[in-house]
């Protein structure tokens, strides 16, 4: 992904292009240990943004994770709470608006922070980017806290995360900067982490961050094509990195939007670690955003990446 600004003729024939790349199945690598080993080096220079996803907790038998391990099972967990009506019961986002309008925007806050405050076990994923040393960026998508708890675990690491959060319910910040303690911090204290954990969504620790509602989409999506929502250190340390997707799936116009935006003016070479079929819309996004699909199951490429790095 570049900084290109292109046309819409030129849009639609990048467009048309992927289509046929697509068809040719030129999205998957032809050479999975050699995508891996470049994959490694590049981690071992530090010119990765791992990009971490609620498939890493598939790795996790269901017995083993209290945590929803993705958007259907949280949706199954906001139903039991409160039952949405039958047309939208699948659709995360409506469920969680139907519960903010009906029971108030708190009740929601406090059944998520029910759901995701809970003792995780960390995946090989988890563990995986907690060792790398002081990556620059770490993107991860989901609610929990298992990430920053292993940064946390390292007294030697300066880090701290970005959370976003909910426009309608904020003072006017997209964001908010937390310290490594989980105490409030600033945009200039987070330019002296040697690492910054970003969490696009939110999450339930320290503060209970959470965008998953309609409502707190339909402003983000409209301002994050012009990036006022993302922070500018993110932009800045994305910049010239490629992007390594693990535990992401991009069957939804929301999953495909925030890995674009957040990848935005970064290098044009990613890998995204998603085996078996793809879908249509997958493989058009993948092939339109220059991202080289790793066919290989997660545990396969993080036992590879352990070995390597």
Known sequence: MTD???????ERATERAADLATDADTVTVPDT????????AALSARQVVPYLGPGAFALLPAEQCPIPRNSAELVQRLNAKVAAPGR??????????????????????????EIFRQTVPA??????????????????????NVLDTLLGADAGRK????????????????????AADGSNATAEAAAGW???????????????NYLI????????????????????????????????YLGCRFDHEIQRTFARQIAKRSSGTHWAV??????????????????????????AAVAALQAAV
């Open 194 to 208: 040697d690492t910054v954990l970003y969490k696009p969504s939110g999450a339930v620790t320290p503060a209970g």
């Open 159 to 178: 880090w701290g995360q970005i959370q976003g959060v909910s426009h309608p319910q904020s003072t006017g910040e997209w964001v908010r900067y937390y």
């Open 123 to 144: 995946t090989a994923v988890h563990r995986l980017l907690a060792a790398i040393p002081a990556p620059p960026l770490l993107v991860d998508v989901w609610y929990d």
């Open 88 to 113: 939208i019961r699948a659709n995360l986002t409506a469920v969680a608006q139907f519960i903010e309008t009906r029971k108030h925007r708190k009740t929601l806050e406090i059944i998520l922070n």
């Open 213 to 244: 509602s309609d409502s707190d989409y339909v402003e983000i999506l409209t301002e994050i094509d012009i990036q006022t929502p993302i922070p500018a250190i993110v932009q800045e340390r994305r910049a010239g990195r490629h992007f390594l």
């Open 4 to 10: 290109t600004i292109v046309a819409p003729d030129a």
């Open 274 to 299: 998603i085996p078996g079929e793809l879908s249509k819309n997958e493989a058009r996004f993948l092939a339109i955003h220059g991202i080289r699909r790793i066919d290989v199951t997660l545990d």
């Open 33 to 40: 240990a050699a995508a891996l080993a470049e994959v490694a």
